[in-house]
């Protein structure tokens, strides 16, 4: 038999173009809202939800930022169970009620903001983080009296207070018991204040309507995230009402940083040192 006769060799048979599809699980990767970079989960998340290619900082939910901002463990949550009612039976396209309903499901949560108390570097504090996954983090009656009992909480324990924000303003489905929030949440930061303890503010994109015009504007030091949108009605609205021409940057934490609303612009991966520093001045 020849050396090279067919009975010694196996044919080996490579894939076409079609077969060589990679299977990739869903949810294993997101496309950068900034620059479009396809962003691997995983890595992702370990970045802190910030894009490595052009250092846009993403939504970050409220889990994620506790942990991100607390001593390990440390953080034990207040009034977990409370929940939003609708009192005006509102419906638009959907019920109120089927809206908060949906929202539970996607989230896990119960409303906008988790709320508790935690250590950083040793030093203890109150903190509330709202999720804009759970309907804009929009501010109704859950998300006030949870601020207002976590600021009177800490007033008693004189504690510190840190708010992170991201919302779209008051929750319209709840109508004038949404805007009361506004003067809740102040009144209760106000009674804190003048107990001689501080209260640092958070923002971080989006941060808008009955939030900014509240407790995200009274903070003894405001520290907001790289390119932030903050301001009280958005920038297209403002445009088309006026009829002219914003300046660029308009309502970037940069631009607000520049106009004095903003004490100072902190990177993500910054922000946990910071609010330790600030813990230990105060």
């Known amino acids: 038999m020849s050396l090279f006769s067919s009975g010694k060799y196996s044919t080996l048979r490579m894939p076409t ?10 949810g294993s ?3 950068c809202r900034s620059c479009g970079q396809t962003l691997y989960t995983d890595r992702l998340e370990d970045n ?19 942990k991100s901002l607390t001593d390990a463990d440390s953080f034990t949550e207040m009034d977990a169970d409370l929940r939003s009612v609708d ?10 009620g089927d809206r908060l309903v949906e929202s ?17 570097g040793g030093h203890p504090f109150m903190l509330g983080v709202m999720d ?7 501010m109704g009656s859950v998300v006030g009296e949870k601020i207002a009992r976590l600021v009177e909480a800490a007033t008693a324990a004189k504690a510190p207070v840190v708010l992170v924000t991201a919302s779209g303003g008051a929750r319209m489905q709840e109508g004038i018991l949404s805007l009361m929030q506004m003067p809740k949440t102040c009144g209760a930061l106000s009674r804190h204040s003048e107990a001689g303890l501080p209260y640092f503010a958070v923002l971080t994109n989006p941060t808008y309507g009955g939030v900014t015009a509240s407790f995200a504007a009274v903070g003894d030091v405001i520290l907001a995230e790289p390119g932030a949108m903050i301001g009280f009605a958005g920038p297209r609205v403002i445009q088309e009402t006026t009829n002219s021409k914003l300046p660029e940057g308009f309502q970037t934490a940069e631009f607000l940083l520049e106009k004095g609303l ?3 612009v902190v990177e993500r991966k910054n922000l946990k040192k910071e609010l330790e520093l600030l813990l230990e001045i105060f």
Not at 87 to 96: A, I, M, N, T
Not at 133 to 138: L, T
């Open 17 to 26: 173009n079609g077969e060589r599809k990679m299977i990739i699980p869903d």
């Open 132 to 138: 804009f996954r759970f309907m804009g983090a929009s």
């Open 104 to 120: 539970e499901k996607k989230t896990g949560l119960k409303d906008a903001i988790v709320c508790g108390s935690a250590t950083l």
């Open 48 to 66: 802190l939800q910030v894009c490595w290619y052009c250092n846009c900082h993403l939504p970050m939910n409220a889990p994620a930022r506790i």
């Open 262 to 264: 903003v004490d100072r």
């Open 87 to 96: 009192p005006l039976q509102f419906v638009d396209s959907k019920s109120y």
């Open 29 to 31: 990767w997101v496309k």
